[in-house]
């Protein structure tokens, strides 16, 4: 249990750890701040904080749990800010899609302060932005990656551990670089992959026609091409290097389909078709096969 | 309404749509046949058809309404098998994906009796496939694409428009060549794209732990990836030219976004993001913006 929870950015993401966090009955009173401040009115009238802080500092100041909910370039910057407020007995978390470069950022920004941070990335998420969608359920039965430092405190990895599991979710721990390699795999890339189908199309002159015959198959494939802009730029960039290597094996693999479609291949499109669609038949939203374990997350 | 409908293909496509037809009141027997009989038996059992044939001359014997749900690289052979028994007052429709490639069997097969063939396209399906899977509900709602021949007989493309518009689907007519490039930018392109990321990620060694993590935006991006692998065979192989022209269109965005990770231009990145996500948002399904009108049909 928290007593106050300083919530630096109360979009979606923030917005909704806020409610599930008082909706839990893990935080008594949540103290928001948002750069824009019509959002952090809006979050105050919303009823998803308590109190509106006219700053990052004052959001965090007298706070037991300090939660970042920004892109994560600002990560850096919004940490220096509020540091001379970090104590050892403070949980200061994120929720960046990203890790190796928000370690890299807490490093920078927190020196000998970094013991009390914990790199959270819950895998969950919208195609909507801003406070207005903010949902308590958000984060309910997801799985939530933490990237704990060497210098990490052993008494705020358990708190982080707790709030998460309290909340309905799967804790696992894995390095930095090991996350960002994984989710450049099966995050980065597939939004890469639809943003770039979705401008294919309407860089087309007949883009328009082809978008009034789209059926469900199209818009289940584009949905998280409606991602937030500023936010994907941000992923995007910060781990361009996974993700430009994850695409490459999809380029290597899509020329495969295409080499097999080209010279007319019928048994070899339909092995790799049938091996495509078998491990997606059996893949199931947070079964670990690699631990031999197949409990189903939602 | 229809006497007897003689199905010709027994699976989720054609299940369904005989299940449909007959709970709208507009068949009122039908005779069913599939290659396999386990299924064409199957059927039956489910209540899909009332009676099984053995062969498909025999299904479309004494039909007034002849229906092809078969894999369209089967199409020509089909019918052929049944060509002696079509009439000028029988409509015999197909439901493929592809419609060049069925127009063009079609001529084939049916010489002087092509007036009475119908290509229709209903622009849904799931990524399951079986008769224990058919479903009423499936076609509602759904668009029905009408790709006639200049021999096309104006009464039997009038029964069909009838008849898809009383399962409440929205009917455009267009050409054979039209209704394959659209398709092959908005279904069958990101089809393969989903099937060959899937290949990227299981050819990998971390495939399995990459898995174990994704979440839901996966999920919902990979979901036609699951799709029958012989299925997906013959329509990347029936439509391969638009395809491949899909495909490069779509390899050049994908590097136009490579080259500004590379770099690291944020405001070009941003500015690519910002359109695929707004004209992702802005997208609705069934709503035609070439028309000026926005009605969504689910």
Redesign the interface.
């Given at each position: 249990m928290f007593e106050q929870l300083g919530l630096i950015g109360c979009g979606l993401m923030g917005g909704s750890l806020a409610l599930a966090l008082k909706q839990a009955g893990l935080v008594r009173r949540v103290v928001g701040y948002s750069k824009s401040p019509s959002t952090t009115e809006r979050a105050r009238e919303l009823g998803v904080i308590d109190v509106a802080a006219p700053s990052a500092l004052l959001a965090a100041a007298g706070a037991d749990l300090v939660l970042l909910a920004v892109p994560v370039a600002a990560t850096e910057a919004t940490l220096k800010s509020i540091k001379h407020l970090v104590t050892r007995d403070m949980l200061v978390m994120d929720v960046g899609s990203t890790k190796n470069d928000v370690v890299q950022a807490a490093r920078t920004a927190l020196g000998s302060q970094i013991g009390s941070f914990v790199p959270a990335h819950p895998?969950?998420?919208r195609?909507v932005a801003g406070v207005e969608f903010a949902d308590a359920q958000l984060y309910r039965g997801?799985?939530v990656?933490l990237t704990p430092t060497e210098r990490t405190l052993g008494a705020q990895l358990r708190k982080a551990e707790q709030l998460w599991q309290a909340l309905g979710c799967k804790v696992?721990q894995m390095s930095p670089e090991t996350h960002d390699?994984?989710?450049a795999?099966?995050?980065h890339?597939?939004?890469?992959?639809?943003?770039?189908?979705?401008?294919?199309?309407?860089?087309?002159a007949?883009g328009?026609?082809?978008?009034?015959?789209?059926?469900?198959?199209?818009?289940?494939?584009?949905?998280?091409?409606?991602?937030?802009?500023?936010m994907?730029?941000d992923i995007?960039?910060a781990n361009?290097e996974h993700?430009?290597e994850?695409?490459q094996?999809?380029?290597?693999?899509?020329h495969?389909?295409?080499q097999a479609?080209?010279t007319?291949d019928?048994q070899a499109?339909?092995d790799?078709?049938?091996?495509?669609?078998g491990?997606?038949?059996h893949?199931r939203?947070?079964?670990?096969?690699?631990?031999g374990t197949t409990t189903p997350l939602l």
């Open positions: 895998v969950t998420g195609e997801c799985q990656v696992r390699q994984a989710f795999a099966v995050s890339l597939p939004h890469l992959l639809a943003f770039a189908f979705m401008q294919s199309i309407c860089g087309q007949e328009d026609t082809f978008l009034a015959l789209a059926g469900p198959g199209f818009r289940d494939f584009t949905r998280i091409a409606a991602g937030e802009p500023k994907w730029r995007l960039l361009r993700v430009l994850q695409s094996h999809f380029q290597q693999a899509l495969t389909f295409e479609m080209r007319g019928a499109l339909e790799m078709l049938t091996l495509a669609s491990a997606r038949a893949w939203m947070g079964a670990d096969r690699t631990l």
